[in-house]
């Protein structure tokens, strides 16, 4: 009998590898794509049950931050920042899941980020509860909160970066949310509190700033238009151009009209500077349809125009009209027709300019740190995304800002001691309402530390009065002194 | 031909009594991590509890060393190990689920374990000689297919979970197929010895396999349709399976004749196919197995996949090392203690941890086999080849549903999972084939000062011969007459 014995001992030994080869398939093979299961909670609540990183700004101030609670999940987020930093930091939702920082930088706070890998190889020696990193922003929190407060409850969004870094240095949406109500515990709370939120005509829980809505924008956009010229080498900032009060358009019986409903200048015509300095609708129309679409799409882009970024929060590409008309690349060079931006953009292209011409890429991230030893593992590099116009061109361009501050549309931007080279822009919707206020700026024009764009939406109650140099440049001018302390 | 090499006889002992220590120290160690996860501190009795466990486990090595010195020395060690980590779990989710001193789990188990160990130390002391069982083949069967059929006794049988393999005395229920399991192996043993010419008898030849002939059939119909009763009418799945896949190994390890087998197989194959298209609750099984993802069948009221999904989630998320015990959400699984218990052990241990307990379970299976062919009667090798696969396929049936290998059913991980019933069958397992053990590595008598007899051509062979022995190795020794004689050692 020993015989069937042995072989029977064989067939034990096949049957225990086949278990062998399950465990280990459901273990290590098929593990990840079961963790990721949305009927999976425990995947959740491992990512709660570990100390997240808190998110950091100015000199170690958090604006999340995890803190010891007696329930299941162990740590409850909180958000000192509150409102003002809520579509930075996003929110981290038990049931919703996480959104803003706390998803672009999830792996990296929760401490399952490959970059820790070997911080946690060496935790699971020690026997250290792992902990994520602390990610230290480049928001300055001072900047933060002069945007947030120049915001007023009007509805709108201010971006201000560093031109030589591409560094985040402000970032508010408004209207903005309380985030801590939607990262509590209570399913039924939160469930409810995002519901308030998603019913609200104001939305606020979009980011403005630099995502999920796109605006018109209006005369900002000549400073691409202007670039886009100069970069030609048919003009420069002294050319003559036609101003008058109506530009015809081709092909249509519509004409593009000047804002005030006069002339730009003497004998209707003005100069390259003069008609960025005041703003001339049909100097610029004119400048679009002697550069074409091609042209005008092509400088766009070099600003950014058409680029997904990740800042790693998601930015929205802003859109040049593909395939636009002659008229339409009229009312395009304007910033009218169906260019659409997000203040990201906008600020970018002052940047451009501020920066000799480079376009760098806007980064939130200063610093990556072990949430054991506080070791730096990651701190980003400054990045160059494009290079929009040459060193010339972006001198000129800044020099014909200077003038639009100085005595233009854009005066209610100027700082005592400090040069800023800016742009107004007031962007028409038409019948949807009355326009979107622009304001964009960077200072000191002879060596920019700051870019700034400002847009406040629907007029900010001021109707059809309103102006992006009556509205927005304050804003703006109170960001830059802000960050340069003045 | 087979080499014979003298081998010095070891006991063995002194190695299980260190071996012993190394698993109650596994398990002493294993209890304090799931108190310092949990409270942050050392268990407060560690050293209470995990001694007397230890001085239990004890009683039995010494009972060895007086009435068995010869048994094999890694059984009770493993069993050990494995009865102590299962505790521990036990005791984990207990805190999990915040129970009390009274409703706790773990109280209950170490009670039944002491039990448990009692009945092997019963089984090592009483039974002087395996032989002695096959006299009573018949007692087995019938006490085997009563066990079987109690539970479907009214007021007694209880149904619990949709099957009715429980019995309610008072406050104790009891799993009667888990002793059914040693009775009904018993009786196989028995009945196969005596029976095995006439099932290995030269039938019809079909395709270079013979075929035994029509009425010799009777045997492994019978098992089949006993195993489809316990099916149908108490819808167990797994002791249905256990025990025809127990009789069928059986049947080929006493005829050598892999017809049976196929026979089995095919048996099998019909009546699982059968049952399939006939009852819904194994098709909703097969269903749960086949697809536990899809949320039609995740979310239906009635079998659906939540356990068997949420045990897979848990033993992904132990990953290779696992979360450490205490660290995890084991208790997210519906009868993590007991049927899932297997993926409690792999949340918290890891693959790794999971590799070792299967390995563990494996070796004691292996040493049951090696017993199994180191013995010398029929019986012996009958018993305990059936006794340690019955133990490989429980632990396949159970371990290959949590992880997919087969449909869900609903058996009792050996020595590890909660559950009395369970717990006290498989120690007295360990009693038998530690007892078998020792009649298999006992060396020699020496020159015999009884006369000579016909037992000592089989007691003489030395056990260690089994090397390269053919397909009618050294059990030809052994005549179905010899078997029936009960050797008397001096």
Redesign the interface.
Known sequence: ??????R??G???V??A???A???????V???S??E?P?????L??EFGRERGPLLVGNSTPIAESVPVDDQYKYLRRYPGNQAYSHITGFYSIVFGPTGMERAAGDLLSGTSDQLFYRRIGD?LTGEEPKGASVELTIDPKAQSAAWKALGDRRGAVVALDPRTGAVIAMVSKPAYDPNALASHDRAEVIAARKKLLADPTRPLEDRAIASRLYPPGSVFKLVTAAAALSDGRWNPQSVLPGPAELDLPQTTVTLPNYSGGSCGVGDKVTLTDALRISCNTAFGYLGLQLGPGALAEQAQKFGFGQKLRIPLEATASTFPANANQPSTAQAAIGQYDVRVTPLQVAMVSAGIANGGVVMRPNLVKTVRSGQDLKVIDSPEPERLSEAVSSEVAAQLRSMMLEVVRNGTGTRAQIPGVEVAGKSGTAQQGEAGPPHAWFTAFAPADDPQVAVAAVIEDGGGLGDEASGGRLAAPVVQKVIRAVLDK | MAVVTPITPRTGRNVEAVLIAVAVALAIGAWAMVGLAVDGRLPAGMVGYGGGFGLLVLCLHLMLRWRAPYADPTLLPMATAINGIGLVVIHRLDRAEERSFGESLASRQIVWTALGIAAAIVVVLLLRDHRVLSRYTYVAMVAGLLLLLLPLFPIIGKNINGARIWIGLGPLSFQPGEIAKITLTIFFAGYLVTARDSLSLVGRKILFIQFPRGRDLGPILVAWLASLGVLVFERDLGTSLLFFGLFVALLYVATERTSWVILGLGLFSGGAFTAWTLFGHVQARVDAWLHPLDPVIYNRPFGNSQQLVQGLYGMASGGLLGTGLGEGRPDIVPYAESDFIVASIGEELGLTGLFALLLLYGLIVERGMRTAIGVRDGFGKLLAGGLSFSMALQCFVVAGGVTRVIPLTGLTMPFLAYGGSSLVSNWMIIGLLLRISDSARRPPAEPAPAPPSSDDLTTDMPAATDDGDGHDGDGDGVSPSEDQTVVVRP
Do not use: E, H, I
């Not at chain 1, 009998?1 to 042995?6: A, I, Y």
């Not at chain 1, 399950?22 to 290590?28: E, G, K, L, R």
């Not at chain 1, 009927?39 to 995947?43: G, L």
């Open positions: 009998m020993n015989g069937p014995l042995r029977l001992a067939v034990v030994a049957l225990f086949s278990l062998l399950s465990t280990t398939w459901v273990q290590f098929d593990a990840d079961l963790d299961q009927t999976n909670s425990r995947t609540y491992k699971l």
